[in-house]
């Protein structure tokens, strides 16, 4: 009960990214047991355990601003990697059988 109390606002935050972490792998294997595993899946598991444990990183300033920005970047388009590429390969084989 002691650790609680002698929190400051950085640790509060970091203990709460690493219970993130701990609930999004748990909430990743329950949501590929009923819909299966595909890329959707493992995306949602990477993001929900990686953006915390950057977070942490960050507040440790483990990582510098410069690699920072780079991690960030790299978690961000490895997220949206797949937008919008099932609709664009739709409405090409729409507009090729007109």
Same mark, same amino acid.
């Given at each position: 009960? #002691?650790?609680? /109390? /002698?929190? #400051? ?6 203990? @709460?990214?690493?219970? @993130?972490?701990?609930? *999004? ?8 047991? %009923?819909? *299966?595993?595909?890329? *959707?899946?493992? %995306?949602?598991? *990477? ?11 960050? +507040?440790?300033? @483990?990582?510098?601003?410069?690699? +920072?920005? @780079?991690?960030? &970047?790299?978690? +961000?388009?490895?997220?949206?990697? &797949?937008?919008? &590429? ?6 090409? /084989? &729409? #507009?090729?059988?007109?």
């Amino acid at each position: 009960m #002691d650790l609680i /109390n /002698n929190l #400051d606002v950085k640790g509060a935050i970091e203990l @709460t990214a690493a219970a @993130t972490t701990a609930i *999004g792998a748990i909430g990743s294997l329950i949501y590929a047991a %009923k819909r *299966g595993i595909g890329p *959707g899946t493992i %995306k949602l598991a *990477g993001a929900v355990m990686i953006i915390p444990i950057v977070l942490i990183l960050a +507040l440790e300033k @483990t990582l510098e601003p410069s690699t +920072l920005g @780079t991690v960030i &970047g790299a978690v +961000l388009g490895f997220v949206l990697s &797949g937008v919008g &590429g099932a609709g664009a390969a739709r409405a090409k /084989n &729409g #507009d090729e059988g007109a």
